[in-house]
């Protein structure tokens, strides 16, 4: 149940940098920053909600301080940092930049979901047991 949740958010994130990049692509200007705004402002959020909630939770169900958890918020530092460097390469009119920001992070970003999705939010969901769909509603009352 995890899984579903955060995977469909993983696609809805992943959908608005697309938007983003094909727009940017098409040299339509302000609708790529809406859309990257929106991408940046939906990622964190993502983030927030797997290390506010979720980790937390995980890590006092099952002991594991350190590992999968500790793992995924490095590379949320990561990618927080690229997503900054995506964001100022836009502002500052530097679209080659951005573009090529942009291809490291998501090559990046997708082997960093698909950890989360094969390995750590199958893990999360056994140990919630019955209390997956607290948590999810928890998740979709984080404000963002």
Aim: overall charge negative; glycine content about 4%.
């Amino acid at each position: 149940m995890i899984l579903e949740f955060m995977r469909d958010d993983h696609r809805a994130c992943d959908h608005l940098y697309t938007e983003a990049e094909n727009a940017l692509a098409d040299k339509k200007i302000d609708e790529a920053k809406t859309l990257f705004d929106a991408f940046y402002r939906a990622t964190n959020h993502h983030f927030d909600m797997e290390e506010r909630e979720l980790f937390i939770t995980f890590e006092k169900r099952t002991g594991m301080m350190g590992g999968p958890t500790q793992m995924m918020r490095y590379e949320h530092q990561q990618l927080r940092s690229q997503m900054e460097s995506m964001l100022t390469a836009l502002t500052q009119g530097r679209y080659d930049d951005f573009f090529g920001i942009g291809e490291s992070f998501m090559i990046m970003l997708q082997q960093h979901n698909m950890k989360e999705e094969q390995m750590l939010y199958p893990m999360i969901d056994r140990a919630l047991e019955g209390d997956a769909e607290i948590m999810i509603q928890t998740l979709k009352e984080m404000p963002q």
